[in-house]
């Protein structure tokens, strides 16, 4: 009798450890009302109308208990504050623990602003009514959109592909014959003088979640791809720009049944013009290409064997940006007459970043920055980034990875702003000057996340 009972123990404890892994996916309405201050430009945007709708999108991952949830939200980023609000909503409502969750943006600029404790605050006048009503609903939005995926996990099987998409996105940075620094997205390359000041990444990533029944239907897609989405412009109706007509042909063309998520890659420096011929693509031009591209690597789709999430977070702290008295006293002249005149988007930038460093620089604020590892299986792991990343780190970190395929997702768990690489910073011009943290800093966090991906490898 006893050895019967020891052999009933082993099979339900076997059965517990080999269960299922489950997947659940849902997205939450989070469109704006008119009136909501819009991010993405240093001016004062309120929205007037939509164009299409914004979303909270989830994927909700469990296995032997092991929970992790990525939400990707239609909007221009995500704010350390509001990150850690919605990770204790979600901790509290869906009993997925808070550093097991990765929160990113878009990157549209066609959605709400979020406070970022600046100049730019003022600026955007996110602390209007309109704004804060906005902001103080958003952790009860995304906690519902964790709670309903959640609740819809079923066991699922995994594939992934990665496709390419050539000649959609461009460096916007271009290096010109005598010229030191820089030039900021220019209209059109003089190819006898000029030359992109780095690559661009045509990696478009695809990891397909299928029930693992007989019908094997498509219950969710993850698509990444690194490319600036500001193909609306700067108006004042509300839009998701490329992505979301990127997911909405990828749900409509492979299973309507499913929620199709898209995480932006490190595209800093990456944008959608076409600095070579002068073109510029529609936003309906920008999302069918890539979904055509994801079209190809569907067709390609190689199982991968999933197993309880493996996830990892750290905190670096990063050292902030020195200044001369002269910059400092620059930049204060200069916010005194920003409301009444227009300096230009590189002179405000700069001004912004100048005040903010040296205020929190004053008052002791580190300038903090999380990594975040989710490995899905022992070829497929997303990293999770909190800044406008140049895409020569997420190239190196792709290449050093120890996953075959290593995603990663930008403006996720807060930002910090601009992160060029190293080399970028001598060449000045927007995104240098904008950039909080000091030289270096971009490749330190790439050195973070490698760590951190070679102990989810080894399943430390």
Same mark, same amino acid.
């Given at each position: 009798?006893?050895?019967?009972?020891?052999?009933?123990?082993?099979?339900?404890?076997?059965?517990?450890?080999?269960?299922?892994?489950?997947?659940?996916?849902?997205?939450?309405?989070?469109?704006?009302?008119?009136?909501?201050?819009?991010?993405?430009?240093?001016?004062?945007?309120?929205?007037?109308?939509?164009?299409?709708?914004?979303?909270?999108?989830?994927?909700?991952?469990?296995?032997?208990?092991?929970?992790?949830?990525?939400?990707?939200?239609?909007?221009?980023?995500?704010?350390?504050?509001?990150?850690?609000?919605?990770?204790?909503?979600?901790?509290?409502?869906?009993?997925?623990?808070?550093?097991?969750?990765?929160?990113?943006?878009?990157?549209?600029?066609?959605?709400?602003?979020?406070?970022?404790?600046?100049?730019?605050?003022?600026?955007?006048?996110?602390?209007?009514?309109?704004?804060?009503?906005?902001?103080?609903?958003?952790?009860?939005?995304?906690?519902?959109?964790?709670?309903?995926?959640?609740?819809?996990?079923?066991?699922?099987?995994?594939?992934?592909?990665?496709?390419?998409?050539?000649?959609?996105?461009?460096?916007?940075?271009?290096?010109?014959?005598?010229?030191?620094?820089?030039?900021?997205?220019?209209?059109?390359?003089?190819?006898?003088?000029?030359?992109?000041?780095?690559?661009?990444?045509?990696?478009?990533?695809?990891?397909?979640?299928?029930?693992?029944?007989?019908?094997?239907?498509?219950?969710?897609?993850?698509?990444?791809?690194?490319?600036?989405?500001?193909?609306?412009?700067?108006?004042?109706?509300?839009?998701?720009?490329?992505?979301?007509?990127?997911?909405?042909?990828?749900?409509?063309?492979?299973?309507?049944?499913? %929620?199709?998520?898209? *995480? !932006? =890659?490190?595209? /800093?420096? @990456?944008?959608?013009? +076409?600095?070579?011929?002068?073109?510029?693509?529609?936003?309906?031009?920008?999302?069918?290409?890539?979904?055509?591209?994801?079209?190809?690597?569907?067709?390609?789709?190689?199982?991968?064997?999933?197993?309880?999430?493996?996830?990892?977070?750290?905190?670096?702290?990063?050292?902030?940006?020195?200044?001369?008295?002269?910059?400092?006293?620059?930049?204060?002249?200069?916010?005194?007459?920003?409301?009444?005149?227009?300096?230009?988007?590189?002179?405000?930038?700069?001004?912004?970043?100048?005040?903010?460093?040296?205020?929190?620089?004053?008052?002791?604020?580190?300038?903090?920055?999380?990594?975040?590892?989710?490995?899905?299986?022992?070829?497929?792991?997303?990293?999770?980034?909190?800044?406008?990343?140049?895409?020569?780190?997420?190239?190196?970190?792709?290449?050093?990875?120890?996953?075959?395929?290593?995603? %990663?997702?930008?403006? *996720? !768990? =807060?930002?910090? /702003?601009? @992160?060029?690489?190293? +080399?970028?910073?001598?060449?000045?011009?927007?995104?240098?000057?904008?950039?909080?943290?000091?030289?270096?800093?971009?490749?330190?966090?790439?050195?973070?996340?490698?760590?951190?991906?070679?102990?989810?490898?080894?399943?430390?």
């Amino acid at each position: 009798m006893i050895p019967r009972l020891i052999a009933c123990c082993f099979l339900v404890v076997s059965h517990i450890h080999a269960g299922d892994f489950r997947v659940g996916a849902a997205q939450v309405d989070i469109t704006p009302k008119d009136g909501t201050p819009l991010g993405g430009y240093y001016k004062f945007r309120g929205s007037e109308g939509v164009l299409d709708p914004l979303h909270a999108k989830t994927l909700v991952f469990e296995k032997d208990g092991v929970h992790a949830a990525i939400v990707v939200l239609d909007l221009s980023g995500t704010v350390r504050p509001l990150v850690a609000e919605m990770r204790k909503a979600i901790q509290e409502q869906c009993g997925i623990e808070g550093d097991h969750v990765m929160i990113s943006g878009t990157h549209t600029h066609s959605g709400p602003q979020q406070p970022r404790g600046s100049l730019m605050d003022d600026i955007t006048k996110v602390n209007s009514p309109a704004g804060v009503s906005y902001i103080s609903a958003l952790p009860g939005l995304v906690a519902q959109s964790v709670k309903e995926a959640k609740a819809k996990l079923t066991p699922a099987k995994a594939s992934v592909a990665v496709g390419k998409a050539e000649g959609i996105s461009f460096n916007r940075r271009v290096l010109r014959d005598g010229v030191k620094e820089a030039i900021w997205q220019p209209k059109k390359l003089n190819p006898a003088t000029d030359k992109p000041a780095g690559p661009i990444d045509p990696d478009v990533g695809v990891v397909a979640f299928h029930g693992a029944g007989a019908d094997a239907a498509p219950l969710a897609s993850f698509l990444n791809f690194a490319m600036h989405p500001t193909s609306v412009g700067g108006g004042t109706k509300i839009s998701a720009d490329y992505p979301g007509v990127f997911t909405r042909l990828i749900t409509e063309r492979h299973g309507l049944g499913m %929620i199709s998520v898209f *995480a !932006n =890659g490190c595209c /800093g420096n @990456i944008n959608h013009h +076409d600095y070579i011929t002068g073109k510029h693509r529609s936003t309906l031009e920008l999302g069918t290409a890539l979904a055509d591209a994801a079209d190809a690597a569907w067709a390609k789709l190689e199982p991968t064997t999933a197993y309880a999430p493996r996830v990892r977070s750290e905190q670096v702290t990063l050292q902030r940006r020195s200044y001369t008295p002269e910059q400092i006293a620059k930049a204060k002249d200069m916010a005194a007459n920003m409301f009444t005149k227009n300096f230009g988007t590189v002179p405000m930038a700069e001004t912004v970043c100048i005040l903010e460093t040296e205020e929190k620089k004053e008052k002791n604020i580190p300038l903090l920055a999380e990594v975040q590892v989710i490995a899905l299986s022992d070829e497929v792991a997303i990293v999770a980034l909190p800044g406008e990343i140049f895409v020569e780190l997420g190239l190196a970190l792709k290449k050093a990875s120890p996953f075959k395929t290593t995603l %990663i997702a930008e403006l *996720a !768990n =807060g930002s910090i /702003g601009y @992160i060029p690489n190293r +080399d970028a910073y001598p060449q000045g011009n927007y995104e240098v000057v904008s950039a909080r943290n000091e030289v270096g800093s971009g490749e330190k966090l790439v050195e973070v996340a490698l760590r951190l991906l070679g102990e989810v490898k080894k399943g430390e």
